[in-house]
């Protein structure tokens, strides 16, 4: 196993023994039907409660049964809790979708700028005007968000490979946040040299608190990938998924459902073809053929 994948292996498990798992949020409904238990993270929603409250009764209504959002501190948590059947369907990365097929089935992606698309951002301090590719940040302290973020971790890291760079040889220090603001917080403190950063998560905090990325510029942006897609773990019943894809893409029809969307800043969520992310898995062969 490579150094890279060790000491990532040995972060998530510090990071797992040193903060709480965040709160669940359960909305309830009038009815006796089993709650659908919706997974997220902190790396895509962080802490946003009133918008995960607002969400879970939108969904909640439509379905007819009760919601309960489940936040977890990574994606790994994720995975492991919709292998175990302890989640009806979560909000993943394209990189944990494309390496779990047999835990996962895609139910809906969101649709942005009229395309289920984004881009990843090579973030650094505003007063680095010269820097404009992961490669000129060697010997320099780096930012990720998640070790199975697309965006965060898998596009910066292929660059450095596809640019004849040992990632884990490059840096003079990198660390993961775990969440996608936490990296712009790093760079604009000045904690980090630079960071990379999920594109619309970029997009979302500029328009919605633009003195948190004040002292930051977008240096680089990658090609456009499959977005993070909504998911079903493999044993949910035909019927089940049907209706909780129906009632994700019917969003934009919906007065409630149009005021979740705009808070997530979010055209709608739309069926589409898995080969959305074939740009995806052509980065985990590259990451997979080394050198780390």
């Known amino acids: ?28 409904t009038a009815n006796e039907n089993p709650a659908l238990a919706f997974g997220t993270t902190a790396v895509f929603l962080d802490n946003e409660i009133s918008l995960l409250d607002q969400w879970s009764r939108e969904l909640g209504n439509v379905c007819n049964t009760d919601v309960e959002f489940v936040q977890r501190n990574s994606y790994r948590e994720i995975d492991d809790l919709l292998a175990g059947g302890r989640l009806d369907v979560a909000w993943v990365c394209g990189f944990p979708y494309v390496t ?69 040889q490059f840096f003079k220090r990198y660390f993961f946040t775990y969440a996608h603001r936490k990296v712009v917080d790093a760079v604009s403190s000045g904690v980090a040299d630079g960071g990379e950063i999920d594109g619309y998560v970029f997009d979302t905090i500029e328009k919605q608190d633009p003195e948190r990325t004040r002292d930051v510029r977008v240096a680089w942006r990658s090609p456009k990938y499959g977005f993070p897609p909504i998911v079903a773990r493999r044993s949910l019943d035909e019927d089940a998924f049907l209706h909780i894809q129906q009632a994700l893409v019917g969003m934009k029809d919906r007065t409630d459902g149009r005021e979740v969307l705009q808070r997530l ?4 969520f739309v069926r589409d073809d898995d080969k959305v992310f074939d740009g995806i898995r052509r980065l985990v062969a590259i990451l997979n053929a080394g050198p780390i």
């Open 265 to 268: 800043n979010l055209d709608g």
């Open 100 to 168: 779990h097929p047999q835990t996962m089935r895609l139910l809906a992606i969101p649709d942005y700028h009229a395309q289920p698309l984004y881009r990843s951002y090579l973030l650094v301090p505003r007063s680095d005007s010269t820097t404009n590719h992961i490669s000129q940040l060697r010997n320099r302290v780096f930012a990720f968000s998640d070790p199975e973020s697309n965006s965060g971790y898998l596009v910066p890291t292929t660059e450095l490979i596809r640019s004849g760079i040992r990632p884990s």
């Open 1 to 28: 196993m490579s150094p890279l994948r060790n000491i990532r292996r040995r972060q998530i498990l510090r990071f797992a023994l040193s903060i709480p798992l965040l709160s669940q949020i359960k909305v309830s």
